[in-house]
């Protein structure tokens, strides 16, 4: 019997098979993810360099601005507009810039660079402070700053009203108006409760049958005196309202033709 030849010709002719098919999709995915991956982390670092490069040429505005005005803030006490508040890459806006702390400060700044954009979203914040110091990624996003806390306003002083206590006792013409001189009386018909759920707005009365605590009552107070008390102004006054016994009396000794009864305290000296 004689061998049987192979037929060589057929085995070359006959292709790829499936699974070497698989692996070839397989190995391109994958070769195309590792790119895909490459190019992004590229991109991102190259926007990157853009921010830092824009945070530089900002800090540099800032510092002629400071050099010329004294203050990094403006006349008005606002951060002035110096520079671009974006950065644009390829995929458009990848950062923005702002000014912080978000109340300006006429000797201190920091400018935040906030990254944009799907591409860039992950890649952190970053911080340059006025000697040029670049922090990346910058967890803070008030770069460190720390912001006092505001002062609270004083709260204004009580003026004691200029009038001695017989005209406002007995010069009914100078009271007829309503107004008694400008000073309105603190009741529910000048100040309707629906309007003034707190009462009265602190000042000074010349009558108070409402809420005026905190407040000055030339004559007599029948109303809520509790909380923060009523400083009753004349002798002639009493309180006898809510919380009367917080009340404190003021009597301008120097304007008062009559001594105060025993009911009051000593009279001061001066309004």
Not at 92 to 102: D, E, F, I, Q, R
Not at 181 to 192: I, L, S
């Amino acid at each position: 019997m004689k061998p049987r030849k192979m037929n060589y010709s057929q085995n070359i002719n006959r292709g790829f098979t499936l699974i070497e098919l698989l692996i070839t999709v397989v190995i391109v995915a994958v070769l195309a993810t590792v790119a895909t991956v490459s190019y992004q982390s590229y991109i991102v670092r190259e926007n990157r360099q853009l921010a830092e490069h824009s945070l530089n040429a900002a800090v540099s505005k800032m510092e002629q601005y400071y050099a010329q005005n004294g203050r990094y803030t403006n006349g008005s006490g606002a951060w002035p507009s110096l520079f671009a508040e974006s950065v644009s890459g390829s995929s458009g806006v990848v950062y923005t810039l702002s000014l912080v702390p978000s109340t300006p400060n006429a000797q201190a700044y920091a400018i935040l660079a906030t990254p944009q954009g799907s591409i860039q979203s992950d890649d952190g914040n970053i911080c340059i402070d006025r000697q040029g110091n670049v922090t990346w990624p910058a967890s803070d996003a008030n770069c460190g700053i720390t912001t006092p806390a505001p002062t609270p306003a004083p709260t204004p002083a009580l003026t004691m009203p200029h009038e001695d206590c017989f005209n406002v006792q007995f010069s009914a013409g100078k009271f007829a108006d309503g107004n008694y001189g400008g000073y309105p009386v603190c009741d529910e018909a000048h100040f309707p409760p629906a309007q003034y759920p707190n009462g009265c707005p602190v000042g000074v009365y010349y009558d108070c049958s409402a809420d005026c605590r905190g407040s000055i009552v030339l004559r007599n107070c029948s109303g809520s005196c509790d909380g923060a008390g009523v400083t009753v102004y004349c002798w002639i006054g009493r309180c006898s309202g809510v919380g009367a016994a917080s009340c404190t009396y003021m009597n301008c000794g120097a304007n008062d033709p009559r001594s105060p009864d025993p009911y009051h305290s000593t009279p001061s000296p001066d309004c």
